[in-house]
C-alpha cells in the first residue's frame, strides 16, 4: 500500500499540469457559478441622473417639506449607484454593459409631485439582450419605486385627510403664516338647525335650510369614509421603462433557449469529439486514411454525425417543452437552423477536442472541462464585474459557439432580435473550428 | 537453421550506398531490379533532431517473407509506416501506393464493439471491393474464424484478434502485406496459428514483410532478414547469411544460434 502511495504521489509529481487543473478547475467553476447564477451582485450597478435643479428639489405636503433626495434614499440602498451628468450617458452606459440599468428623474418629477393633478414619472432604462439581467433590474427598481409610492401615498393621504377633517368638523388652518377658522360642516349643520328653528314653520325658507342641513350631515358622513378610499388609491411616481436593445423575450422561453443550447453544446461536442477519439483509440484512424476515406472527408462524417443526432434530440426536447412553454411552432424553420448552424459549430469544436485526445475518455473530459466554464462565462450579466473585465469575457464567449447558439434559439424561439447575425456568427466558428481540426489531424497518424 | 532464400527473391540495403549495409550477392541485386513487386528508395526520416530513418532503399518480390529486425528504437515501425503510406518521408519514394499494399498495424486496427463480420464488412465496403459479401466470406473461411463471425472482436482472444486484424489487412486483396511485430503480446499457441495463417498467404503468392523483436520468428519464417539500428539499414540477407558474416568475423562463435549471432552482429557495429 505504502509504495503505491509512493509510486501516485511520483507520477502526480511528474504531471504538474495534472496536477494544476485538478486544483484550479474546481475553483474557477465555482467562481463562474457565482457569478452566473446570482443573478447580479446584492446592489446592482445602475446608473443615476437626477434632472432637477438644485432650487427644486423640496416639496411642500401640508406644511411639511420634504427633500425628494432623501426620499430616493432607500433605493440608493437597494443599488450601487454609478452618478452620472446626462440621460445620454447613462443610456450609453447601459448600451455598454457599464452598468445593468439607468434611472433618469426628469426635470418636472417635483412640479408634478407638488402638484399632485398627476403622478410623476422617472425612467428606467435595461438592456434586455439578457432577460435574466434585464428582469432582475426591472425588478430592483419595480420594488424601490413601489416602497417610495408607498411613503408618498401615505403623506399625500394625511395631508388630504386633514383637509377632509378642517372641512368636516372644522378648525384652525394656517397658510402663508396667517391663520385661518374654517367653520367646517359639522358646525354648519349646527348654525343652520339653530337657525332653521327661528323660523317659521310654514316659511319658504325653513325648507330651503332643512335640505342645506340634509347635505351637510350627509357631506360630513360621507367624508368619514374618505380615509379609506385615500388610503387605496394614489401611485404618484410612476415608471417608465425603455428597452434598449434585444427582444422581449418572456423568461421561460429563455429558459428553455439555454437549456436547449446547453443540451445542443454537450451532446454535439461529446459526439463529435468522442467519435473522432474513438478512430484513435481503436487505432483505425491509420488503416481509415491510408485511402479509404480522406481526412476531410472524416471530419465532415464526424461533424454530420454529431449535428444531425444532436439536432433531433434538441428538437424532440422542444417539443416536449412545448407542452409546459408556449411556443410559437409557426417558427419551427428557424429552430431548425438555429439549432442546425449552432450544432454544426460545436461539432467543429468537438472535433478540435477530438484531434487532441487520443481516447474516448479523455476526450468527453475535455469537452466538460472547456465548455462548462465557456457557458457559465457566457451567462455572465453585465454589471456583475467591472467594465474592462466583462470586456474580456464578452470577447471569450464570442470565440466559442455557446454564446451564439445562444443568441440564436432566443431570436429563433421569440422574436428577440435578427438571428442573422448570430448564424454568420456560428458559420464563422463552424469554419474556424474546422480549419483548426483539419489542421491538428497533421499530426493524429504520427507516432 | 534458415533456408537460403528462394531463386530470385531477395530484399536489398541502399542502392545508393552500398557501403552502410552488407547483403549476400550482386546476383540478388540484379534480380531483385527485375522483379520486384515492392522497392522503397533513399527512405530518410526525421522527427526534429533526430534521424529515425536514413537513407534505406529495399525491394521485395512476390511471395517472399521478409523480416525486420532491430533494436528497440531501430526505426521499424518507422520503416512499415512509411512503406504502408501512414507517415510520409522526409525524402525517397516507395514504387506502391498505400491502397496496393495491404497493411497490419501492430495493435489490432478494428472496431472492438463491431462483429468480426461487421468489421470485415465495413472495411470490405471502405475497400470498395467488387463484391463485399463473397470476400467477407472467404476471409471468414481463410482466417478460420467463421463460427466465431458474429462474436464482437473485443470479445474474442488477442490471437483472434490479430487473426481478423491480418484479415483486414488483406481485403483488397493486395499482392503486398505489411505487418507490424504480428505476434507481438500473443502466446505460443496463438502466435503459431497467425504465423501458419501468415505462411499459407505467402505460399500463395503474397509477399509479406513483418517487422519483429522475436529474432526466432525472423531466423523461423522469413527468407529475408533486414537489420536495422539507430536508423540505418546494416544487414539484408538470409538468417544464414548473417550468421556467415558473424562467423567472419570473429570465429566460430554464435554459429547455429541465430540471436547470439544477432546480438554479436549489433555489437561489431557498435550497437
Redesign the interface.
Known amino acids: 500500500m505504502r509504495w503505491l502511495l509512493l509510486k501516485d504521489l511520483r507520477i502526480l509529481r511528474r504531471s504538474p499540469l495534472l496536477v494544476g487543473l485538478l486544483v484550479l478547475y474546481p475553483v474557477v467553476i465555482a467562481t463562474l457559478i457565482g457569478f452566473a447564477l446570482s443573478r447580479g451582485p446584492d446592489k446592482p450597478q445602475v446608473a443615476f441622473v437626477s434632472e432637477v435643479p438644485e432650487s427644486a428639489q423640496e416639496i411642500e405636503l401640508g406644511g411639511e417639506r420634504i427633500d425628494v433626495a432623501q426620499e430616493a434614499g432607500p433605493l440608493f440602498r437597494a443599488i450601487d449607484p454609478v452618478r452620472v451628468k446626462t440621460r445620454e450617458e447613462a443610456i450609453s452606459k447601459v448600451r455598454s454593459g457599464d452598468v445593468l440599468g439607468a434611472v433618469v428623474v426628469p426635470e418636472d418629477t417635483t412640479r408634478k409631485l407638488q402638484a399632485g393633478l398627476e403622478p410623476a414619472e422617472i425612467e428606467v432604462f435595461y438592456n434586455a439582450e439578457d432577460p435574466v439581467k434585464a428582469s432582475f433590474v426591472r425588478d430592483t427598481i419595480k420594488s424601490q419605486v413601489a416602497d417610495a409610492n408607498t411613503a408618498l401615498t401615505e403623506r399625500y393621504a394625511k395631508v388630504a385627510l386633514t383637509f377632509l377633517d378642517l372641512i368636516a368638523t372644522g378648525g384652525n388652518y394656517s397658510f402663508f403664516g396667517r391663520d385661518f377658522e374654517v367653520l367646517g360642516l359639522q358646525r354648519s349643520e349646527q348654525i343652520l338647525s339653530e337657525a332653521q328653528r327661528g323660523l317659521e314653520t310654514r316659511s319658504p325658507a325653513r325648507e330651503q335650510v332643512a335640505s342645506v342641513i340634509e347635505f351637510a350631515r350627509l357631506a360630513r358622513e360621507n367624508l368619514d369614509l374618505s380615509d379609506d378610499v385615500l388610503a387605496s388609491v394614489g401611485t404618484p411616481i410612476r415608471v417608465k421603462q425603455t428597452q434598449l436593445e434585444g427582444g422581449s423575450t418572456p423568461l421561460s422561453s429563455f429558459a428553455v433557449a439555454i437549456a436547449i443550447s446547453v443540451s445542443l453544446m454537450f451532446i454535439t461536442l461529446l459526439l463529435a469529439a468522442g467519435a473522432l477519439a474513438l478512430e484513435r483509440e481503436e487505432n483505425a484512424f491509420p488503416r481509415l486514411v491510408r485511402g479509404l476515406v480522406s481526412r476531410t472527408g472524416l471530419l465532415v462524417e464526424k461533424a454530420g454525425l454529431a449535428a444531425v443526432c444532436s439536432m433531433v434530440v434538441v428538437l424532440l426536447m422542444l417539443a416536449g417543452l412545448g407542452l409546459f412553454v408556449d411556443l410559437e411552432w409557426g417558427r419551427f424553420p428557424l429552430w431548425v437552423a438555429a439549432a442546425g448552424m449552432g450544432a454544426l459549430a460545436f461539432a467543429s469544436m468537438g472535433l478540435a477536442v477530438g484531434t487532441l485526445t487520443r481516447e474516448v475518455r479523455a476526450a468527453s473530459l475535455l469537452c466538460v472541462m472547456v465548455s462548462l466554464p465557456l457557458t457559465f462565462l457566457a451567462l455572465v450579466p453585465s454589471g456583475s464585474v467591472a467594465p474592462l473585465l466583462y470586456d474580456v469575457v464578452r470577447v471569450v464567449s464570442a470565440l466559442f459557439p455557446f454564446k451564439p447558439t445562444l443568441s440564436a434559439m432566443e431570436s429563433a424561439l421569440n422574436d428577440s432580435g435578427g438571428i442573422g447575425v448570430p448564424l454568420v456568427h456560428l458559420a464563422a466558428l463552424f469554419l474556424a473550428f474546422g480549419v483548426a481540426s483539419r489542421l491538428g489531424l497533421r499530426r493524429f497518424a504520427q507516432r | 537453421m534458415s533456408l537460403p532464400p528462394p531463386g530470385g527473391a531477395t530484399v536489398q540495403p541502399a542502392m545508393s550506398d552500398p557501403a552502410t549495409a552488407e547483403h549476400s550477392t550482386s546476383e540478388h541485386k540484379r534480380e531483385a531490379s527485375a522483379a520486384a513487386v515492392l522497392r522503397a528508395e533513399g527512405l530518410t526520416k526525421r522527427y526534429g533532431d533526430r534521424e529515425a530513418l536514413r537513407d534505406i532503399s529495399l525491394s521485395a518480390e512476390r511471395g517472399e517473407l521478409v523480416a525486420i529486425i532491430g533494436p528497440n528504437g531501430a526505426g521499424k515501425?518507422?520503416l512499415l509506416?512509411i512503406l504502408?503510406?501512414?507517415?510520409q518521408p522526409d525524402s525517397g519514394s516507395v514504387s506502391r501506393?498505400?491502397?496496393e499494399i495491404g497493411?497490419v498495424?501492430q495493435?489490432?486496427?478494428?472496431?472492438?464493439k463491431l462483429t468480426v463480420k461487421e468489421n470485415l464488412e465495413l472495411?470490405a465496403r471502405?475497400?470498395k471491393v467488387d463484391d463485399p459479401a463473397a470476400t467477407v466470406d472467404r476471409m471468414l473461411d481463410l482466417t478460420s474464424l467463421r463460427d466465431r463471425a458474429d462474436d464482437q472482436v473485443g470479445e474474442l482472444s488477442g490471437g483472434n484478434r490479430q487473426r481478423v486484424n491480418i484479415a483486414?489487412g488483406l481485403l483488397g486483396d493486395q499482392s503486398v502485406l505489411l505487418l507490424d511485430e504480428p505476434s507481438a503480446a500473443l502466446d505460443p499457441r496463438q502466435r503459431e496459428r497467425v504465423w501458419e495463417f501468415v505462411l499459407s498467404l505467402a505460399e500463395a503468392g503474397t509477399t509479406v514483410v513483418y517487422s519483429t523483436h522475436n529474432v526466432q520468428e525472423a531466423e523461423r519464417h522469413a527468407q529475408r532478414v533486414l537489420v536495422l539500428a539507430d536508423g540505418e539499414l546494416l544487414f539484408s540477407g538470409s538468417p544464414r547469411e548473417l550468421e556467415d558474416t558473424v562467423e567472419r568475423e570473429r570465429g566460430a562463435a554464435g554459429r547455429g544460434d541465430f540471436e547470439a549471432a544477432f546480438v554479436a552482429f549489433l555489437r561489431q557495429r557498435g550497437h
Do not use: K
Not at chain 2, 495493435?107 to 472492438?112: D, E, I, K, L, T
Open positions: 515501425t518507422t509506416s504502408a503510406g501512414i507517415q501506393a498505400p491502397r497493411w498495424p495493435q489490432a486496427a478494428v472496431y472492438g472495411f471502405l475497400e483486414v
